[in-house]
């Protein structure tokens, strides 16, 4: 089944306390982004990824840093996580117009 | 970045109802489209279009891309219970170099009244 998968699901976390969110998809798609949602903004692009090791910033990359050493993994790395991060992620992979989402990441950072 | 207005920003309409949304921005895009967001999930693509003035219908579903390239309008008629969701607009940008950014408006939350 193609899809986009992320781990977890789930993320109550600490200030500080570095984190990972994973993201991988089994539709051999070059492009992979990740957005963050936000009660009244929509949904806001954080990075994006044409192919493997190549990464740019989206909107709002600050806090946020990603790797592409493979086609089908994008993580989102989380260094030092502040309560402004808490929010709910996505991860799209896709090509020309038509992106998949993955189910989402809810994080929360105390 | 780009702005996408989305209104308006919830519905509450009786089933069998039709239910009008639109976008606008204020910058020109290539593509635009729309998504459905069900709880728990991620959104769901629904419409693409590709060219402006193009109408294009999914079922109930009806989308247009306006001939300026900075507004869009999706329609749904005869509404039913597995409607309800927030919908979202998206325009979408090439640049030269290729790359594909995807500019998301700020939903509209639907919901059916029994």
């Known amino acids: 089944e193609a899809q986009v998968t992320q781990n977890p699901r789930y993320l109550i976390t600490v200030t500080g306390k570095k984190l990972t969110v994973t993201c991988s998809q089994n539709?051999?798609?070059?492009?992979m982004s990740w957005y963050r949602q936000d009660p009244g903004l929509g949904l806001r692009q954080i990075y994006y990824?044409?192919?493997?090791?190549?990464?740019d910033k989206g909107d709002v990359p600050e806090g946020y840093k990603v790797s592409r050493k493979e086609k089908r993994n994008f993580p989102l790395i989380l260094e030092s996580p502040s309560p402004n991060q808490t929010s709910l992620y996505f991860c799209?992979?896709?090509?020309?117009?038509?992106?998949?989402f993955g189910p989402g990441t809810r994080l929360t950072v105390l | 970045g780009q702005q996408l207005n989305q209104s308006p920003q919830s519905m509450f309409i009786q089933e069998g109802e039709d239910v009008s949304m639109n976008c606008t921005s204020s910058?020109?895009?290539?593509?635009w489209l729309w998504y459905k967001q069900e709880p728990g999930e991620g959104p769901v693509l629904l419409i693409a279009?590709?060219?402006?003035?193009e109408l294009t219908s999914n079922g109930r579903l009806t989308a247009q891309f306006g001939i300026t390239r900075k507004d869009s309008f999706l329609n749904i008629s005869a509404s039913i219970p597995s409607d309800v969701g927030i919908y979202f607009c998206?325009?979408?940008?090439?640049?030269?170099?290729?790359?594909?950014?995807?500019?998301f408006g700020t939903g509209t939350r639907l919901t059916i009244i029994p």
């Open positions: 799209a992979s896709g090509q020309f117009n038509e992106q998949f």
């Open positions: 539709m051999n798609h070059e492009y």
């Open positions: 990824s044409m192919n493997v090791e190549v990464t």
């Open positions: 910058s020109i895009f290539n593509t």
């Open positions: 279009l590709y060219k402006a003035g």
């Open positions: 998206a325009g979408q940008t090439i640049s030269n170099f290729g790359n594909e950014k995807l500019t």
